[in-house]
């Protein structure tokens, strides 16, 4: 796979790490929605760097209904966020190395195209 479809296949998880993770409200809702799921099923899992959430994704068919629920908003979310910002992840984060997608988002935030910018603060803002 190259690089370039590599950061596109993932640029929903980047793109959600880099919305959720400052957001302690949605953190709180995940939490308050999947805390039985998180403690059954991803009691071993470091948090960070999207591990909880990968966990949960992993054991997706044995979720509670409110923590699948919970999940299917975020996606959503996150679909309209990435599509949004597909092409500020190809013209800004293509080269950065695995793992600093966020990162470099982050430092080009003032570089992002309205419509990225209005879909992240629309998400954040729902969660």
Known sequence: M????ATYAGAAIVIALALLSPSAVHAQNARQACAADIQQYCAGVAEGDGRI???LH???Q???PACQSRMRATAGL???VVAACEDDV???CADAAAGTTRQCL???FRELSPTCKRELFE???AM
């Open 58 to 60: 992993q054991n997706e």
């Open 53 to 55: 959430a990968r966990c």
């Open 106 to 108: 982050r430092a080009n």
């Open 78 to 80: 996150m679909k309209e």
């Open 123 to 125: 998400a954040k803002k």
């Open 62 to 64: 044995k979720l509670s």
């Open 90 to 92: 190809h013209r800004y």
């Open 2 to 5: 190259s690089k370039v479809l």
